[in-house]
């Protein structure tokens, strides 16, 4: 059971917007930044959404992500069939000195 | 270009130990906080461990506390996971990530590929 909760999955058309949800607490999403990750078979987890919802270099600003209170989502638009993949979000937990992940959402372009 | 590439894993009978090491180039090494995750078969990612630009700080998951030793050797730029008595519940896939500043607790910015851990008899 992940501290953070995503939906399992997700799914659009091509050029659709798709938007994924984390939902935690104060002590997490709540206090702190989330950060948001992708990851695609084979390859190195790739981060999309960083602190204060920037994009580091690289990101397309097709991705974009926003907070409230102790929820968080990660907006796909003009949604492409490369974006298929898993989607991770994780922010600092500050009673637990850790980091916590959600469970994951699986992104499909249908 | 960053790089980060793990390295260690294999098959591990219950009980046994492993050494993870991290390669790292592209960056100062000895500027950045760095981190373990995995994820497990059929499961999402996990936070393991970190470690601070000087060794000074260390954290540890619950799970993996009083089994597990975080280091790094700044003149080497590698980074380790020391893994004993190791449970199936432990197989996985571990990454080595960079923080985006000098202890553990800014956010992991860059991830390697991986290093497959299986436990089992």
């Known amino acids: 059971q992940s501290v953070l909760t995503q939906p399992p999955s997700a799914s659009g058309t091509p050029g659709q917007t798709v938007t994924i949800s984390c939902s935690g607490s104060r002590s997490n999403i709540g206090n702190n930044d989330v950060y948001w990750y992708q990851l695609l078979p084979g390859t190195a987890p790739k981060l999309l959404i960083s602190r204060y919802n920037q994009r580091p270099s690289g990101v397309p600003d097709r991705f974009s992500g926003s907070k409230s209170g102790t929820s968080a989502s990660l907006a796909i638009s003009g949604l492409r069939s490369e974006d298929e993949a898993d989607y991770y979000c994780a922010a600092w937990h500050d009673s637990l000195s850790a980091w916590v992940f959600g469970g994951g959402t699986k992104v499909t372009v249908l | 270009e960053v790089h980060l590439v793990e390295s260690g894993g294999g098959l591990v009978q219950p009980g046994g130990s492993l050494r993870l090491s991290c390669a790292v180039s592209g960056f100062t090494f000895d500027d950045y906080g760095m981190h373990w995750v995995r994820r497990g078969p059929g499961k999402g990612l996990e936070w393991v461990s970190g470690i601070s630009w000087n060794s000074g700080s260390v954290g540890y998951a619950d799970f993996v506390k009083g089994r597990f030793t975080i280091s790094r050797d700044n003149a080497e730029n590698s980074l380790y996971l020391q893994m004993n008595t190791l449970r199936p519940e432990d197989t996985a896939l571990y990454y080595c990530?960079?923080?985006?500043?000098?202890?553990?607790?800014?956010?992991?910015?860059?991830w390697g590929q991986g290093t497959q851990v299986t436990v089992s008899s």
């Open positions: 990530g960079k923080d985006i500043g000098l202890l553990w607790s800014g956010g992991l910015e860059t």
